[in-house]
Structures are given as C-alpha cells and as structure tokens.
Nanobody
C-alpha cells in the first residue's frame, strides 16, 4: 500500500515536499516513481528513483525544480518541488515497480491515492 501526502495550497514561488509511505511490501526492492495529472490532462511522468536511491530520472520539463529521494529505512519516497508555478497544479501520484525504474506509467504495479497540489498565482 502506498500513501501519498504533503500536498496543499501554495503560492507561486513556494516549495513543497511530497511524501509517499509504503507498507506491506519490501519497499527497498522497488523502483519508485512520481506522476502528476492536471485537470483535463493525461497523467505525466515527473521523476523516478531506483531501489537504492543511487540513480534518478526526471521528465524533460521537470529537471531543475524537482528532486526525488528515498529513505529505505522509513519506507518512504519524497518529491521536493521548488519554485512552484501555477502550471504545477495537479494531483501527484506515487507508484512502485519491480526492476529498473521507468517513465512508463503502465509498467508500475502499485499506485498511491494521490495528493493534490494547488499553486496560486
């Protein structure tokens, strides 16, 4: 089970740290990803991290302001988002998959319920 949290209403230019806590699984065995879905749009890849945290990968438009990390001792993956923009408004989802990370959401086996991020201008 994946439980995402940390979303909220924030002004443009602000920062948020999203968390995704895993339970009931061998968290350190899974690659983790973050995706987001804005109103009326498809779900987009944001970032992914390998099982150990030694390797990360970001969507093309996500580089620079987004940082994915994980703490296997706490069974938690994080997404730090800085310099938030109104266009970052979306529901952010975490997901888990066995094997290497991927930007393809269809390859992820487990999904959290999402956390809403709203950025006001």
């Amino acid at each position: 089970q994946l439980q995402a949290s940390g979303g909220g209403l924030v002004q443009a230019g602000g920062s948020l740290r999203l968390s995704c806590a895993a339970s009931g699984c061998s968290f350190s065995s899974y690659a983790m990803g973050w995706f987001r879905q804005a109103p009326g749009k498809e779900r987009d890849f944001v970032a992914a991290i390998n099982w150990s945290g030694s390797s990360t990968f970001y969507g093309d438009s996500m580089k620079g302001r987004f940082t994915i990390t994980r703490d296997n001792a706490k069974n938690t993956v994080y997404l730090q988002v800085n310099s938030l923009k109104p266009e970052d408004t979306a529901v952010y989802y975490c997901a888990a998959k066995g094997g290497p990370y991927s930007s393809d959401q269809d390859r992820y086996e487990y999904w959290g319920q999402g956390t809403q991020v709203t950025v006001s201008s």
